[in-house]
């Protein structure tokens, strides 16, 4: 009699410990595209369970406390943070979290400022411009992108350097030649001043 109590006991013990078990599956979606996201974080909020949404922004996972609260995190999107409360299905929609972006620019000096906070006029040539014109020498193919920037390409084909004004024909230092810096490297330049 004694042993039939203890195996009663041990199995209602194994029930109660398989019963606290929960497996919560749910898809994750944009909320403003309904397209399922993929690769989005779940995770069981305080501890080190979770996983992963798949190619349909499925997930499943297993947790062991039914009142927790399950954390969704994805790149650009706002935290969700949903509680399980018993719920065995938990769909998801997350919102995007783009913040508008500001224009930099990168001074002369490195000192990265926003574009509203200069004194002074900055005006932005990118790839695509450049691509646009299609030229041996990417240096002739600045000439007309931006405003007071004169670029007289020299005779001597497509090897020759060419000649940049900047603003005029006048200088303190008696060179008229820019400052030309190629990813934090200030290049020197083999054009005259005539």
């Known amino acids: 009699m004694?042993?039939?109590?203890?195996?009663?006991?041990?199995?209602?013990?194994?029930?109660?410990?398989?019963?606290q078990n929960l497996t919560v599956s749910g898809t994750v979606t944009d909320k403003d595209t309904k397209e399922p996201l993929i690769g989005v974080n779940v995770l069981l909020k305080g501890t080190t369970i979770g996983t992963v949404t798949d190619f349909d922004g499925?997930?499943?996972?297993?947790?062991?406390?039914?009142?927790g609260t399950l954390q969704f995190s994805y790149i650009s999107m706002k935290t969700v943070d949903e509680p399980i409360n018993g719920r065995?299905?938990?769909?998801?929609?997350?919102a995007s979290d783009s913040e508008a972006l500001e224009e930099v620019v990168v001074t002369a000096m490195g000192i990265k400022r926003e574009s509203k906070t200069l004194t002074y006029s900055a005006q932005t040539v990118g790839g695509?411009?450049?691509?646009?014109?299609?030229?041996?020498?990417?240096?002739?193919?600045?000439?007309?992108?931006?405003?007071?920037?004169?670029?007289?390409?020299?005779?001597?084909?497509?090897?020759?350097?060419?000649?940049?004004?900047?603003?005029?024909?006048?200088?303190?230092?008696?060179?008229?030649?820019?400052?030309?810096?190629?990813?934090?490297?200030?290049?020197?330049?083999?054009?005259?001043d005539s």
Do not use: H
């Open 2 to 19: 004694r042993k039939s109590i203890i195996l009663f006991l041990t199995f209602f013990l194994c029930v109660a410990a398989y019963a």
């Open 58 to 67: 499925k997930y499943t996972l297993e947790v062991d406390d039914s009142k």
């Open 88 to 94: 065995s299905t938990i769909d998801v929609a997350m």
């Open 128 to 192: 695509k411009d450049l691509n646009e014109i299609k030229n041996v020498n990417m240096i002739n193919s600045l000439q007309g992108k931006s405003a007071g920037l004169q670029i007289t390409p020299n005779s001597t084909g497509a090897g020759g350097a060419s000649k940049i004004l900047f603003r005029g024909n006048k200088s303190i230092s008696g060179s008229n030649q820019p400052l030309v810096v190629v990813d934090g490297v200030p290049m020197m330049m083999n054009v005259s």
